[in-house]
Every structure is written in structure tokens, then in C-alpha cells.
């Protein structure tokens, strides 16, 4: 090693910026923390996908039926009281029955599936809702993607219990403008003078 190597590899060593170990343990609490939330955000978006997909299982179950009202019925407490004795969470008659709710109020969401999910289960014969299509311009710019990248399944629940697909289409929007916690979600309803079927559990 030549004297001008040796000198630049000193200078660079010299140069180096020293890290107090108050500034290493905030580093390592940063980068927890943000990894925490991208956890928290990749979970959220798998639930609401998984229970887009049982939702969409469901719904062509039923429409495969005989008696489809009847059957449909049937089908949901059999399948309920089949899941949960595999020690499956969050799978009573109550929560599928919102299931097959947000498969068919978002049909848009089969575009965030995997391709091997897609290959499983057919696009819904609507791939868009009537809302996207007769709204105002700015309420037909909330991509169904963003909806289950940002919002939880909680939130969605919520924004089920709201019949008419245009002020839904609103709420849609503005929690994503404003990163609504479900409780803001919740607290915005009664503004409105909106009481959504959520409030009525129809569900039961």
C-alpha cells in the first residue's frame, strides 16, 4: 500500500461520523416503529382481502343453491358452526354474513388479489359500483386499492352500514383525506344526521 492509499483511508476513517449510543438506540426505535406500522398496515390489508375472497366464496355458494334464500341461510349457520369448531376466529353466522356484504358492495377489490387468488375466484360480474359510475368527478377518483391499503376492516364494516352508495362514497373519501380512526368515522355519522344499519346491526 502506497503512502497516498494509506492517507486517503485514514482521512475516510477520520471522516466517518461518530454515532452517540443515544443516537443508535433512537435509530433502532425509529426503524421498530415504522416496521411496526408497515406490519400493521400489510395485516390489515391480508384480513380484508381474506374476507373479501370467503365473502366472494360464499356469495357464488349461495347463488349455486337451490331455494337460494332459504339455502343461503342454511349455508351460513353450517358453515359458521363448521369453522369455528376448526378453532377458526371471527367466522360466526353474524361476521360471514359481512363478508359476503363487502364482496359484493366492493366488487373492485378482486383487482388487489393476488394472480393466484384471481385464478380462483372469478372477477364479480360487476367490477365496479354503481356509485364509481354516477358520482361526481372527485368521489370517482378513490381507487378501490387505496381504500384497502389505508382503511381496516373495522372501517369498512362501518362504511357497510351505509345503504346509499353515494354518501358512502363520501365517507370512503374523506378518510383517506383525513386518516379517520373508526371512532372519527363513527363520531361523523350522527354530523350528517346518518344513521347507518351498522347502528342496527343487520347482521344478526
Not at 120 to 148: C, D, F, G, Y
Request: charged letters at 25%; aromatic letters at 8%.
Amino acid at each position: 500500500m502506497n503512502k497516498k492509499t494509506a492517507t486517503s483511508g485514514s482521512l475516510q476513517r477520520r471522516s466517518a461520523p461518530t454515532v452517540s449510543f443515544a443516537q443508535l438506540v433512537g435509530a433502532v426505535a425509529q426503524t421498530h416503529d415504522r416496521f411496526i406500522i408497515l406490519a400493521g398496515r400489510a395485516i390489515n390489508v391480508s384480513l380484508t382481502l381474506r374476507n373479501w375472497v370467503i365473502g366472494g366464496y360464499i356469495q357464488q355458494s349461495e347463488q349455486r343453491g337451490a331455494g337460494r334464500a332459504e339455502y343461503g341461510e342454511r349455508l351460513l349457520e353450517r358453515l359458521a358452526d363448521t369453522l369455528q369448531g376448526h378453532g377458526m376466529p371471527r367466522m360466526s353466522a353474524r361476521e360471514l354474513r359481512r363478508y359476503r356484504l363487502l364482496f359484493l358492495r366492493y366488487p373492485a377489490m378482486w383487482e388487489s388479489l393476488t394472480p393466484e387468488l384471481r385464478s380462483r375466484l372469478p372477477a364479480p360480474v360487476t367490477m365496479l359500483n354503481s356509485i364509481r359510475e354516477s358520482a361526481t368527478p372527485e368521489l370517482q377518483t378513490v381507487p378501490t386499492n387505496a381504500l384497502v391499503e389505508n382503511l381496516s376492516f373495522t372501517h369498512f364494516v362501518e362504511l357497510l352500514g351505509i345503504p346509499d352508495p353515494l354518501p358512502r362514497a363520501f365517507f370512503e373519501l374523506e378518510c383517506l383525506r383525513g386518516h379517520w380512526s373508526v371512532r372519527e368515522l363513527k363520531r361523523r355519522f350522527p354530523e350528517l344526521g346518518l344513521l347507518t344499519d351498522v347502528a342496527l346491526d343487520p347482521f344478526t
